[in-house]
């Protein structure tokens, strides 16, 4: 529902300065501030009258939007590996409508996280 992704996104707001922390120890520091860029950009699509153009109905097209806002407001490798990420979770439910089961969004979600280890090099 667009009140769990709304939630998720404020929880990763909240979390960025600890973000930030662990990256200035391992990269350049922006991981926390790109995160909160994402985030914010979601919580503001849904809030901003915009939420009757996220398809809460359509698993697939919702995660398929999800991975637009995050591509076009992250930018850089994150963007690029959550868009992989979520584009790769809506092709595995495809064809899916209305209510998904937990093992259909675990299910989707693994798609995902193996597409983003594959094209990202971690496997």
Known sequence: SLNALSAA???VMVIEPELTSWDKLVGDGDCGETFKKGADAIV???????????PSEHPSRLLTCVADVLRDSMGG????MLDILF????????????SLS??????????????MKFYGGAD
Not at 77 to 80: E, F, H, I, L
Not at 87 to 97: D, K, Y
Not at 102 to 115: E, I, P, S, Y
């Open 102 to 115: 937990v093992q259909q969004w675990v299910d989707a979600a693994t798609a995902g996280v193996k597409a």
């Open 87 to 98: 584009r790769s979770s809506a092709a595995h439910i495809a064809g899916l409508e209305g």
């Open 9 to 11: 996104a404020k929880a």
């Open 77 to 80: 490798t994150s963007g690029v």
């Open 44 to 54: 503001s699509n849904i809030s901003d009258d915009l939420s009757s153009q996220w």
